[in-house]
């Protein structure tokens, strides 16, 4: 897969925060540990945050294939218009074993 995530020094606004948390107060820093709090909901919430307010490219490159994966069976219903996008990559790399 091809990547072309946004450049780190586009990414985020001049006080760190990433363009696709235009509605909270968190820097990048602040984004990426949500990420790994132990409880799976609270990581599923952050990672559907990306996935429905980042670029794809962006979305994979923060957060990588595993972990979207993983995440799929907690966001149903909740990525909106992007919902059929990911359902549909995500499958692909289920039968590609990424």
Known sequence: MHLQPTPPEKLCDPDGRPYFLWDVDLTLADYLRRLDDPDEVVR????????????????????????????????????GKSAGFWDWLTAQWNREGA
């Not at 919430?45 to 972990?67: E, M, N, T």
Request: hydrophobic share 55%; glycine share 8%; aromatic share 6%.
């Open 44 to 79: 599923a919430y952050w990672i559907g945050v990306a996935l429905r307010q980042a670029k794809p490219d962006d979305a994979i490159a923060l957060l990588g294939p595993d972990r979207i994966v993983a995440a799929m069976p907690l966001l149903s219903g909740r990525l």
